[in-house]
T-cell receptor, first 114, second 118 residues
Framework: EPEVTQTPSHQVTQMGQEVILRCVPI?????FYWYRQILGQKVEFLVS????????KSEIFDDQFSVERPDGSNFTLKIRSTKLEDSAMYFC????????????FGSGTQLSVL | AQTVTQSQPEMSVQEAETVTLSCTYD???????LFWYKQPPSRQMILVIR??????QNATENRFSVNFQKAAKSFSLKISDSQLGDAAMYFC???????????????FGQGTTLQVKP
């Protein structure tokens, strides 16, 4: 089965630093998402991306966050100035168009902000 | 806005027995999708089962089945013949039908941790 690939699996950074989380969605997919999960809590929607633009974002996705699909294959999440509360597991997901619309999740990047 | 509620933070079941995890949701929409995801300790999100709201028939996937009660806005997951590998966090999730204002985002419940006892 095709996979969504996320790198790195773990990222440790200092508060105030910029981080970029990388994702390679499945090649023929058109819809892309970032979710996050603080340890022990539910999975929360951050942003959806379609047709090279953000289609929806949550309240969590403030000006410190941005997404990009720079080269038609990678899908990145940037946090400009990390805070302690940004520590979480970040999941990338993608979905094809058409019937079924099954969402495929990546294995996640655990971000630890010190 | 849609909400998803899982009122059981933790459940336990004896191996080979049956367990039911509860989920309720709130929506004003008539067409939507409901999902159960399994999250083992590796934290990978694994789709267990999916239900389309317009289908009256309850979805089944091997040992997993759902009881979908649309009027009651209830969507429970039944795991039959529980196995040790079923131990995980289970999340119920809602998705609106895709459209001009619906982007396909999932709304998750708080999760239920399932323990399977040998």
């Amino acid at each position: 089965e095709p996979e969504v690939t996320q790198t790195p699996s773990h990222q440790v950074t200092q508060m105030g630093q910029e981080v970029i989380l990388r994702c390679v969605p499945i090649s023929n997919h058109l819809y892309f998402y970032w979710y996050r999960q603080i340890l022990g809590q539910k999975v929360e929607f951050l942003v959806s991306f379609y047709n090279n633009e953000i289609s929806e974002k949550s309240e969590i996705f403030d000006d410190q966050f941005s997404v990009e699909r720079p080269d038609g294959s990678n899908f990145t999440l940037k946090i400009r100035s990390t805070k302690l509360e940004d520590s979480a597991m970040y999941f990338c997901a993608s979905m094809a168009d058409g019937a079924g619309r099954k969402l495929f999740f990546g294995s996640g990047t655990q971000l630890s902000v010190l | 806005a849609q909400t998803v509620t899982q009122s059981q933070p933790e459940m336990s079941v004896q191996e080979a027995e049956t367990v039911t995890l509860s989920c309720t949701y709130d929506t004003s929409e008539s067409d939507y999708y409901l999902f159960w995801y399994k999250q083992p300790p590796s934290r990978q999100m694994i789709l267990v089962i999916r239900q389309e709201a317009y289908k009256q028939q309850n979805a089944t996937e091997n040992r997993f089945s759902v009881n979908f009660q649309k009027a009651a806005k209830s969507f429970s997951l039944k795991i039959s013949d529980s196995q040790l590998g079923d131990a995980a966090m289970y999340f119920c999730a809602y998705r609106s039908r895709m459209g001009s204002s619906n982007t396909g985002k999932l709304i998750f419940g708080q999760g239920t941790t399932l323990q399977v006892k040998p």
